[in-house]
């Protein structure tokens, strides 16, 4: 069984709609060490002309720190803070079945 054999994704999309602000949620089941773990995915941006990333280069070998950061954000809108709830717990239902408890932590 491969990896992707065993993942569930669920993608949320962010209420810009810009095609990089989505969020890849993805269970595992049947593997020892992911199956109790929800990994996030996030897009990074990069920088596709070489003089791009060469400056971008030169500026972080100087220590050029921008003041905004290398952050971007996801707007979650109430029907995608909703499915994330769900999908919490869901996982969290998962682990709890499986450890035998009823949902103590
Ligand atoms: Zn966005």
New binding site residues.
């Given amino acids: 069984m491969g990896l992707n054999d065993s993942a569930e994704h669920t993608y949320i999309e ?3 709609d ?1 095609a990089e ?1 989505i969020l890849r949620f993805t269970r595992y089941s049947g593997l020892d060490e992911l199956d109790k773990m929800l990994t996030v995915d996030v897009y990074l941006s990069n920088y596709m002309s070489l003089p791009q990333r060469i400056w971008y280069g030169i500026k972080y070998i100087f220590g050029f720190k921008s003041g905004y950061g290398a952050f971007d ?3 979650l809108n109430k029907k995608n803070v909703k499915r994330l709830r769900d999908l919490c717990n869901m996982h969290l239902e998962a682990l709890d079945a499986e450890e035998g408890n009823n949902g103590s932590v």
């Fill in positions: 962010c209420d810009c810009h602000h954000c996801v707007l």
